[in-house]
């Protein structure tokens, strides 16, 4: 019984969600929210661009460093300094494991941002279709209006009609006419 009373709530709130439904005005939501997140990913991507110069930067600079590591170490094995040279490495080590996060890094920003722009491309086409499918609303809906519009030449306000009655009276007063005249005589 419960179930019942539940698929009844629910049908009659769908029905009434239905009929407030305006497809013109569904679509003006739908464009407005494609566009807000269109505007979101440009953002992100804008923001994704940015992060990865940074990455690209700081890489560079680790770079840098670990060949000046690399150096570093040659230097102090050829001065024969052991506990230099192992500190050295241990450093460069650390380096390279930075390098390797960074590249990860670089990585998954590159694809996050191939991802974004692919996701754009598709609301701008998303966004471009229901701009046409507004325009085709509005000349629905143009349409429908001009058609519920009353008809001049049809109806019992209609000119045309008002004419034939007062054809049709003036026919009687003549008929009227003739039978006084005709009594009259």
């Known amino acids: 019984m419960i179930a ?3 698929t009844l709530i629910k049908a009659y ?27 979101e990913l440009e953002e992100n991507i804008q923001k ?8 690209q930067y700081r890489l560079n600079e680790l770079k840098e460093l670990f060949d ?16 230099l040279a192992r500190k050295i490495l241990l450093s460069k080590k ?14 998954q920003n590159k694809e996050d941002r191939a991802d974004a722009k692919v996701e754009l ?25 001009n058609s519920k519009e009353p008809d001049l030449t049809k109806g019992e306000d209609s000119p045309n009609t008002k004419l034939k009655q007062l ?9 009227e006419l003739r039978l006084l005249k005709a009594k009259n005589q």
Do not use: F
Request: overall charge negative; aromatic content about 4%.
């Open 48 to 55: 994704q661009c940015r992060e990865e110069k940074n990455l």
């Open 167 to 175: 054809k049709n009276q003036e026919e009687e007063i003549e008929n």
């Open 94 to 107: 650390e380096v390279w494991s930075l390098i390797k996060q960074l590249e990860q890094e670089l990585y």
């Open 121 to 145: 491309e598709q609301l701008q086409l998303k966004y471009k279709q229901l701009k046409e499918k507004d325009l085709e609303l509005i000349v629905r809906i143009q349409h429908l209006k």
């Open 4 to 6: 019942r009373i539940k």
């Open 13 to 39: 709130v769908y029905e009434g969600l239905d009929k407030l439904e305006d497809p013109a005005i569904m679509v003006k939501q739908y464009k407005r929210d494609i566009k807000k997140r269109m505007e």
């Open 68 to 83: 000046r590591k690399e150096e570093q170490a040659k230097t102090a094995v050829q001065a024969e300094d052991d506990e």
